[in-house]
């Protein structure tokens, strides 16, 4: 028998407990939890609650705000769903951080967010799959070349201290596509920072993979002004990098994660198994077009307009 798919949508804050009434009347099958403070996650939680793929779950979503979080989790968590759905990296520690049993599925987080030391140092580890936000350089890199003919020389910034295998997978891709590479290894914010001198007349683009380690707010503004002073324009990895003065960014399609995570999470429910670690299939692609005039720089429009690029 069907079970008729309910839709609930609240926001925890500091002082949520007046929200538990909201939850008592019945169990939601799937609780999605993300950070209220985040724009483009409304865009995915929206395409997870239209979802056809969990048209007869109950599904209930906490959009978490505040500092304090412990609380008001315990007013979502307070009867229990079948699994709860963590959308970004700060409703991901939020959620592991909290005392629970109830399984897993974390969304639109970096692989380094979840992985087994993470889990561990939480004294648990109930998560049952990741939805990785990593753009996959096969997804790309084509759509680069097309965009940018005739420039083939790419330097990726590497954290030093990441997987060798991540590393060599990369680069064996991007030359698959025809691309001369360079991977730049950095073990520090400030090796990043000297990048673009060091690559100077050497790389057409200077590819910063998203690592917490090296990209840090403070070090935004000063990264741009190297890579400008020197013509090696960066690819960053959120639209808001290329407004920042990145020449262009790459990035997980947020709605389609969404309609991602809920395909996952139905196969949950239905007792299968999980890959334990699924790359988001969908990107965007952004391009700061003042940047391109001030570099002098041509894009093939009509691979734009096929991909759907935004410029801003």
Not at 15 to 42: D, Q, T
Not at 263 to 287: D, F, K, T
Request: aromatic share 6%; glycine share 6%; proline share 7%.
């Amino acid at each position: 028998m069907n079970v008729r798919s309910t839709r609930r949508a609240f926001v925890l804050g500091s002082l949520g407990g007046s929200l538990g009434s909201a939850l008592r009347p019945g169990r939601p099958e799937v609780l999605v939890v993300s950070s209220a403070s985040a724009e483009a996650y409304g865009e995915a939680i929206a395409r997870f609650q239209s979802s056809a793929a969990l048209r007869d779950a109950a599904v209930s979503v906490a959009q978490l705000a505040g500092k304090d979080l412990r609380a008001p989790l315990s007013v979502a968590l307070a009867a229990p769903p079948r699994l709860v759905v963590t959308m970004g990296s700060n409703a991901f520690a939020a959620v592991l951080s909290f005392s629970c049993d109830t399984p897993v599925l974390a969304s639109l987080v970096l692989r380094s967010d979840v992985s087994p030391a993470v889990c561990q140092d939480s004294g648990r580890s109930p998560v049952v799959a990741t939805l990785s936000m990593e753009v996959q350089p096969a997804a790309f890199l084509p759509k680069l070349k097309r965009i940018f003919p005739g420039k083939d020389r790419l330097a990726i910034a590497w954290n030093s201290a990441a997987p060798a295998g991540e590393r060599a997978e990369i680069a064996a891709e991007a030359r698959r596509q025809g691309y001369r590479v360079d991977m730049l290894e950095c073990a520090s914010p400030k090796d990043l920072l000297g990048a673009p001198a060091a690559l100077r007349r050497q790389a057409d683009f200077l590819w910063c993979l998203p690592d917490r380690a090296l990209h840090r707010p403070e070090t935004v503004a000063p990264l741009i002004l190297a890579s400008i002073r020197n013509h090696v324009p960066i690819i960053g990895f959120s639209e808001n990098f290329a407004r920042a003065g990145a020449l262009l960014a790459v990035y997980a399609d947020y709605g389609e994660a969404g309609e991602q995570a809920a395909e996952l999470a139905a196969r949950y429910l239905e007792h299968a198994r999980l890959p334990p670690s699924v790359p988001a299939r969908g990107i965007r692609i952004a391009i700061n077009e003042r940047l391109l005039r001030v570099l002098g720089l041509e894009v093939d429009r009509r691979a734009c307009a096929e991909f759907d690029v935004r410029m801003v």
